[in-house]
């Protein structure tokens, strides 16, 4: 059947009209940032002392590493805070889609919630991105003699300490203090004397006169003169003493003293389809030795490689190096621990 020429121009012109109309209807729909050509951010939440390597190192070398293979910007918002404090956020709502933790328990109270589906144990080290040992800072010329934990507990000693409320590393800090009675109690007599390790704690708890919500407000609080010694990650007392030539500090290292092992996660509920490939491959970049290496810069300690600390000589040996598996890991140091001795026999009681 022939079609007359002014029926062939009407429907070329109405093809043309369709055409254009979809072609503006495709371009008013909203895209992916990946197709906007704007990138894609990542937010990530951290405990207090994760802020300088992230930001000054790993987030730049991710950043130029996923543009030169992918051609793709991307963009990150962080937030720092104490272990507990930054999971309470995200139950409660914030947007983060990575989050690194002090403690375990953290990510597994987000897994209980549903915000996490996936297995961090799964990754590499368990889900372990870097680690430290628990040490004391004390003022300079330690005018209190303070050689061990223990001392912590004599009279007159004021100690900052961050609080175990809000705080990841002020859980550390507890298992440190009574774990580290344990361990030398056990290597004396062969048997860990908890009468020991409770009285330690109860005495240096009375000393207790001041508890910020992170380790890092405590540091805060001790660089501004207050207080006689504070418990706290290494790598916060080196960067201290990195920071200020001039800091009335100095480091004490227990004889036995715990490592904090420190747990990252994807925020499942937070990540869209398009954005998962860069966030997965970001957390797979946490254990390159690129990023492991930026670590042990700020003074953690390597997660995958032993070898790398070496090129940090400032990091202390640890007569007795223990970790949270010495109570069975934190399904049963934050129970029998953290609740039934520290909360129930030393905080209540003082």
Not at 300 to 328: C, H, M, W
Request: proline content about 5%; glycine content about 8%; charged content about 20%.
């Amino acid at each position: 059947m022939k079609i007359g020429r002014s029926r062939q121009n009407q429907l070329t012109l109405l093809f043309g009209f369709l055409l254009l109309a979809l072609l503006w209807l495709n371009a008013c729909l909203p895209k992916s940032p990946l197709e906007a050509g704007s990138g894609v951010n990542i937010t990530l939440y951290g405990f207090s002392v994760m802020k300088e390597p992230l930001e000054k190192v790993i987030y730049p070398a991710f950043v130029a590493k996923w543009k030169a293979e992918h051609g793709v910007e991307v963009h990150f918002t962080s937030s720092f805070a104490g272990s507990e404090t930054i999971t309470n956020q995200i139950l409660q709502g914030v947007k983060a889609q990575v989050g690194i933790f002090s403690i375990d328990r953290d990510p597994q109270r987000l897994k209980e919630r549903g915000f996490v589906t996936s297995d961090w144990h799964a990754l590499p080290q368990h889900g372990i991105v870097n680690k430290t040992p628990f040490v004391i800072l004390v003022r300079r010329g330690n005018p209190k003699g303070i050689q061990d934990f223990a001392d912590l507990g004599k009279p007159g000693v004021k100690l900052v300490h961050p609080s175990p409320t809000d705080s990841g590393g002020a859980q550390w800090s507890i298992l440190a203090i009574y774990g580290s009675e344990l361990v030398k109690s056990e290597k004396a007599s062969g048997e860990p004397d908890r009468v020991r390790a409770l009285q330690t704690l109860q005495s240096i708890w009375h000393n207790v006169f001041s508890t910020p919500a992170s380790a890092r407000e405590a540091r805060t609080t001790f660089e501004l003169g207050n207080g006689d010694a504070l418990v706290t990650y290494e790598l916060d007392g080196l960067m201290m003493r990195e920071g200020n030539a001039k800091v009335d500090a100095e480091i004490v290292v227990p004889e036995a003293t715990i490592f904090s092992e420190h747990p990252v996660t994807v925020i499942d509920r937070n990540v869209t389809a398009t954005e998962r490939p860069v966030v997965d491959a970001f957390i797979s970049y946490l254990f390159t030795e690129e990023a492991q290496r930026a670590f042990v810069k700020f003074h953690f300690r390597s997660s995958t490689n032993e070898a790398l600390n070496q090129e940090n000589n400032e990091l202390a040996t640890i007569k007795y190096p223990f970790t949270v598996d010495y109570f069975g890991g934190w399904a049963k140091a934050y129970p029998d621990v953290i609740e039934g001795v520290f909360r129930d026999q030393v905080q209540r009681r003082k």
